[in-house]
């Protein structure tokens, strides 16, 4: 589908370049035509040749009227077609009346040559057959006492051989702007398949062509009773030739790795000779091998073996040798998985054991692994009972202002009494809940319980500060959030102003309109938002003009290290500092531990800080105590 998509998306472009240049060609050639057709009608009824003179106004009436027409509709296609009927009435009546002085056959030949190039090849065909045989009709048969004029014979043959080169000219330059254009189509085609299906830099399969080839096998080897085996591997310490070299020595060794792995799989390893889809180029230094007809699963090591040799002594590309090895997760069909997706996450998750055992080596998916995707089934219960048994709870960190320390806003956060979740915190089930879809129904009671909470201390506790609640990046692409928001609000008489929803900068997607529409949908409710952790994903500082942003909350590891010696590091608050005073946005610094820093932060101009420093997150009554202290 995608690669459907990108090659319309090309011919699109290319067509709308030819519809261009048909359409300027039509414009032109009819209003010059018209011009001709008036001037050449008006002299023609002023020397008495009425039924001439009024053909040629007739023409130049129902030019204009084709004219008005393409300028309205932009439809090429009929206007081309009127025009070339135009031009063929034209020609035919030059012929039988003509024209005069008997003049009039000496401007039938551009004007059928004109009539051949503003049609395609195959139409102008059409048009120079039809034009041949009716002229042939009238000089040579006795069709021809329909001529109000006469020709001798030699004139007739002089007329059709004139004829016969002029359009064989004019037809042979047409077929070979036809072909020119197909192979252009052709090329362009070839090229976007390519960029589709392969990676650029190895001209290897990507990850799309990759899923449909494992998708294809799986489904052989299915009937004829086969294994498969998948080799997932990753590169150890690539990013650090990407560090010192640069990215242009890390894509050569890349390349030259595809190669050497290319040669480490052998004819003996399968039924028939090494394709391009035995490979594949997932991502960045993300590799896999397919191997059909594997006898057992222990054969797949083999190969695993050969991958890890190519490294033995390091890598060398450009003189230069690189201390870079491979982690391999082995996973086999159908002992491991029978579907492709658990096929190829289950040699993921075995090369990702590889790696966190000492790299450079291989693992087969194994029953301890499988315990992993055991426990994120249990955590993925524990949230379902936590739910629908209300096992969740709220805990609220202090926000305070720099300049008085006073509590100006509260955050809530979220916590967890399922017993399949003891011991696991929010960074270990919330992304789960992410990957499960629960997260949505989480979000809501967070925020029903957040907005519940801010009544109480609206009301009892004349609190007049913000509410601050977390979202998941996933409600960006919830097209309902907006409105499920401004329900709650309205069901709590909360009005918005008094509700700051943070959202992780690393949810964002540069381009992603979803996104930016779910963002503006939230902020027309009149609520604040908040880009929580600023600083630690990508989004381009220019694009912040775009965000309905009210507040960057400075991550906590850029204030633990204001006083780090890493220059870098500790001038990045001062930069988002700059950057929100330039946009005119609040900011909070989280994760404040030392006076130093609440001193430094308030010198500096921060807005509000949170931290341990100044309040750990407290349980219910131990808010109100603070409030009412």
């Known amino acids: 589908m995608t690669h459907t998509r990108e090659i319309t998306a090309g011919q699109q472009e290319m067509l709308a370049v030819r519809h261009s240049r048909r359409y300027r060609l039509c414009q032109v050639l009819t209003i010059i035509g018209v011009l001709f057709l008036f001037i050449l009608g008006g002299v023609s009824l002023l020397d008495g040749a009425y039924i001439l003179g009024t053909i040629l106004i007739v023409n130049a009436l129902v030019g204009l009227l ?60 059409i048009v120079f057959c039809v034009f041949s045989v009716a002229s042939i009709l009238l000089l040579f048969t006795p069709l021809s006492s329909l001529l109000l004029t006469s020709y001798s014979f030699t004139e007739a043959i002089r007329f059709m051989l004139t004829m016969l080169a002029l359009n064989s000219i004019c037809l042979a330059a047409l077929r070979s702007e036809e072909q020119a254009y197909q192979t252009i189509m052709q090329l362009h085609e070839d090229d976007i398949r390519q960029m589709a299906y392969y990676d650029t830099l190895t001209g290897l399969p990507n990850r799309w062509s990759f899923k449909t080839n494992l998708e294809r096998m799986l489904t052989r080897a299915g009937k004829d009773k086969q294994r498969i085996g998948l080799l997932y591997i990753d590169l150890d310490n690539f990013k650090q030739v990407n560090d010192q070299y640069g990215h242009e020595a890390g894509d050569r060794l890349l390349l030259k790795f595809s190669e ?114 055991h426990e994120r089934q249990r955590i993925e219960k524990g949230l379902r009972n936590a739910l629908t048994q209300e096992l969740f709870s709220l805990v609220y960190m202090p926000i305070f202002d720099c300049k008085d320390n006073t509590v100006v806003a509260v955050e809530v956060l979220l916590r967890c009494q399922s017993p399949e979740l003891e011991g696991h915190g929010p960074d270990q089930f919330i992304p789960v809940a992410e990957a499960t879809g629960l997260i949505k129904e989480i979000d809501l009671w967070v925020i029903k319980n957040a907005l519940q909470a801010l009544v109480i201390l609206q009301t009892e506790h004349h609190f007049r500060g913000k509410i601050c609640i977390n979202i998941s990046g996933v409600e960006l692409h919830n097209e309902q959030f907006p409105t499920q928001v401004k329900s709650l609000l309205s069901h709590h008489k909360i009005a918005p102003e008094n509700v700051e929803l943070e959202v992780t900068e690393t949810a964002f997607v540069a381009g992603d309109t979803t996104c930016l529409g779910t963002l503006r949908a939230l902020d027309e409710l009149g609520v604040s938002l908040a880009l929580d952790d600023f600083g630690t994903g990508y989004t381009a500082f220019t694009q912040l003009i775009h965000y309905p942003a009210d507040c960057l909350k400075i991550d906590r590891s850029f204030v633990n290290d204001l006083f780090s010696e890493r220059e870098a590091r500790n001038k990045m608050v001062m930069f988002i500092q700059n950057l929100a005073k330039l946009y005119e946005l609040r900011v909070i610094a989280e994760g404040v531990e030392t006076e130093a820093q609440l001193t430094y932060l308030r010198d500096l101009g921060c807005d509000w800080a949170q931290g341990y420093y100044l309040s750990r997150p407290l349980p219910w009554d131990d808010l109100l105590e603070l409030l009412n202290a």
């Open 66 to 125: 084709n004219l008005y027409l393409l300028k309205r509709t932009s439809n090429v296609e009929r206007a081309a077609t009127i025009l070339s009927g135009i031009l063929f009435f034209l020609s035919m009546s030059l012929l039988i009346t003509g024209g005069k002085s008997n003049t009039g056959i000496l401007w039938v030949y551009p004007i059928v040559a004109i009539n051949l190039f503003i049609n395609r090849f195959w139409p102008a065909v």
């Open 260 to 373: 050497r792995l290319w040669e480490a799989i052998r004819p003996t390893d399968q039924l028939f000779k090494p394709q391009t889809e035995s490979l594949a180029r997932l991502a960045g230094d993300e590799f896999v091998v397919l191997l059909p007809n594997i006898k057992e699963p222990l054969d797949a090591s083999t190969v695993a073996t050969r991958i890890l040799n190519i490294f033995d002594g390091g890598f060398e590309v450009d003189d230069v040798t690189h201390m870079i090895y491979a982690s391999i997760g082995i996973a086999v069909y159908p002992d491991d998985a029978t579907e492709p997706a658990n096929l190829l996450h289950h040699a993921d998750m075995a090369m990702y054991d590889a790696k966190h055992n000492g790299r450079n080596c291989f693992r087969f998916f194994t029953q301890k692994i499988a315990e992993t995707l």
